[in-house]
């Protein structure tokens, strides 16, 4: 099978988390990243459509944050109370999106 996806992804260090910047709450944990989004697993309710303001918080050394606006494209609630989703990222700064090339970019090696 031929991969189409527009950007590499890579699979962030164990306890990399994504907490939403309005309310503090951790909404679940990053399965895989690319410059365009990423997969996170997750107790809190999320579903297709809904846009978050979000702290990517990957369990590097030193601890890599980034601010990003994100769009929740797809979700897959489990029958253990696990939610599976896609989500697009939709606003980070230049800054950020250099750092974060850059990370991903280290993690594919």
């Not at 909404?27 to 107790?43: E, Q, T, Y």
């Not at 579903?47 to 050394?61: D, H, K």
């Not at 979700?75 to 750092?99: K, R, V």
Request: hydrophobic share 40%; charged share 25%.
């Amino acid at each position: 099978m031929v991969e189409k996806r527009e950007y590499k992804r890579v699979n962030p260090p164990e306890g990399s988390t994504v907490v939403n910047q309005i309310n503090n709450k951790l909404l679940g944990k990053v399965v895989d990243i690319s410059a365009g989004g990423f997969l996170l697993a997750g107790r809190e309710k999320y579903s297709a459509g809904m846009i978050f303001q979000l702290n990517l918080e990957l369990a590097l050394r030193p601890k890599r944050v980034f601010s990003v606006g994100a769009e929740c494209i797809w979700n897959d609630p489990q029958t253990s109370g696990l939610t599976f989703g896609g989500f697009q990222i939709i606003d980070i700064s230049d800054e950020d999106m250099a750092d974060l090339l850059g990370v991903i970019e280290q993690l594919d090696h």
